[in-house]
């Protein structure tokens, strides 16, 4: 008999008041059988891990190779991510919880929405599946896909990411042309009172994000411009919201592991990075503030001292030293969302249509709406003043577009600022190191008078299969498959592209 795989206990309070025991993901899996399973007990429980390994480990992993994120005293392992380091090991946990956790049991629920025709259903699995598939190919280049997830085939060889993207754009195709807005959906956290029509938002948001990855290998413009016509995106970021509590197990899952305690850690790792603190608070030789985002106060925390201060790339600070306070850290709370795809990330892809395919004005127009979906999302006003210190350049329109976007997801979605970063390639490197800031082990050398706003800088001690001014291309193949799998590719290498980015 054929076995799904769970994180907890299947029983579903119908209220969906909080995520309770579905994002315990400590507790071991039940196994019932396919038979006894309704799509709306494994809904919530594939979503929770979804949103576990995306709105933890990718966002405090895709933090540190954004550079918006430096490390305080803490675990070696952040020491590496902020040395552009991925391990095989390390991300073995994040694959397994995608592939196992999440697209094993979408699978089952895409089974048994087809067999009762229950397209809503259907249409929000399969936008998940293509949500977590993004993520995969986004990470390690190339998975398992047109073999994977079949219990006859143990060593399924890896696709090229390209043909994953193109493979799920067209799933996403097939789900959307047979549901409406009005279809109905299983029990679900993102949407749990409404119908398919905000699915089909987020469904359609989803497609605009990769077809537009694609666009530097792909011609995606009468597919985009399908999209843009229809004009049927999310008017909210699409986000895990009402669903925490503050018990544990049941708490944002960033905050749950790096700001409570209810787990018995003590332990302080994640810091903002003097890259971020220093593109959204602009100095002048004097050391005087000439100008601050007002999104800064909504991302990150001020220190002890009620200033901003980031960490340095490449070191782990001692955990004695008297000035450890002194770096700011970003702002979480239990009940903090967990963000999919923004609004602004919408109106972000947009511009960059028009800027390749359409007008200059267009493309300000939508620039200008991003970034003012970024600050009201924030909620803070001061939106006009950031446009017009940083007015859209279409004759650079990948750096406009770069790193105002890397700035909007440096609050919201740190994983995606990753991703952006390496597709567009801005932020840049400018010509200061690490090492031109701080010296280890000398708390006093702090000195950040030579980083310029919006690049990027070698980190102190840089991982050496990246070396200077390079970032972070992928992750090594999981080891929690290639350990597994015969039919693993060879790996190309930490700074060879994806597919999108080459």
């Known amino acids: 008999m054929k076995r799904i795989l769970l994180i907890s206990t299947v029983a579903l309070s119908m209220t969906l008041a909080s995520c309770d025991s579905y994002l315990d993901i400590n507790e071991d899996p039940n196994s019932p059988s396919v038979d006894n399973i309704e799509t709306g007990m494994l809904m919530p429980a594939i979503e929770m891990n979804v949103a576990a390994s995306y709105g933890d480990f990718l966002r405090i992993a895709g933090g540190y190779h954004a550079q918006q ?43 048994k929405s087809l067999a009762e025709e229950d397209w809503g259903t259907y249409l929000a699995a399969t ?15 190339e998975v398992p896909y047109t073999e994977a997830l079949n219990s006859d085939n143990a060593t399924p060889k890896y696709d090229d990411g390209q043909v994953v993207y193109e493979g799920v754009v067209a799933e996403l195709d097939a789900a959307l042309a047979n549901a409406s807005n009005s279809s109905p959906v299983c029990a679900n956290f993102l949407y749990p009172s409404a119908t398919a029509g905000r699915w089909i938002q987020f469904a ?14 792909k011609n995606v413009q009468a597919e985009v411009a399908a999209l843009i016509a229809e004009d049927n995106f999310p008017t909210a970021d699409v986000s895990y919201v009402d669903c925490w509590s503050n018990e544990p197990g049941q708490m944002n899952p960033f905050y749950s592991e790096e700001f409570s305690s209810a787990w018995g850690s003590t332990q302080t790792n994640v810091a903002a990075n003097l890259a971020i603190i220093g593109t959204m608070q602009v100095k002048d030789a004097e050391d005087n503030i000439i100008y601050q985002d007002p999104r800064l106060t909504a991302f990150f925390a001020p220190n002890s001292t009620g200033t901003y201060i980031g960490g340095i790339s490449g070191t782990n600070y001692p955990g004695s030293t008297s000035k450890l306070q002194d770096w700011c850290r970003p702002v979480v709370n239990y009940n903090s969302p967990v963000c999919l795809i923004s609004v602004a990330e919408v109106e972000f892809f947009i511009a960059e249509y028009y800027a390749r395919y359409g007008t200059a004005t267009e493309a300000a127009a939508h620039y200008a709406a991003a970034v003012e979906a970024s600050f009201s999302s924030a909620g803070v006003a001061g939106a006009a003043e ?37 597709r567009l390639d801005y932020p840049t490197f400018g010509t200061a190191k690490g090492s031109d800031f701080y010296s280890i082990g000398d708390e006093d050398s702090y000195n950040v008078s030579k980083y310029v706003a919006g690049t990027l800088y070698t980190p102190i001690q840089v991982f050496g299969q990246v070396g200077d001014n390079k970032i972070l291309e992928r992750y090594p193949y999981a080891e929690s498959s290639s350990a597994r799998n015969p039919n693993t590719p060879d790996f190309p290498g930490y700074t060879s592209p994806v597919f999108w980015g080459k």
């Open 69 to 111: 994120y430096a490390q305080l005293n803490g675990t070696s392992n952040y020491v590496d991510y902020s040395q552009f380091n991925m391990s095989a090991t390390r991300s073995s946990g994040t694959y397994t919880q995608f592939t196992q956790k999440a697209l094993l049991n979408l699978k089952t629920v895409l089974e």
């Open 127 to 141: 936008t998940l599946r293509a949500f977590v598939y993004e993520a995969l190919v986004d990470c390690y280049g």
């Open 204 to 217: 359609n948001a989803l497609k605009l994000k990769m077809l537009m990855r694609m666009a530097d290998v």
């Open 386 to 422: 950031y446009i017009a210190r940083y007015p859209y350049d279409q004759s650079n329109y990948k750096q406009s577009i770069g790193i105002a976007k890397w700035v909007a997801l440096s609050g919201v979605n740190t994983f995606e600022a990753w991703c952006e970063m390496r």
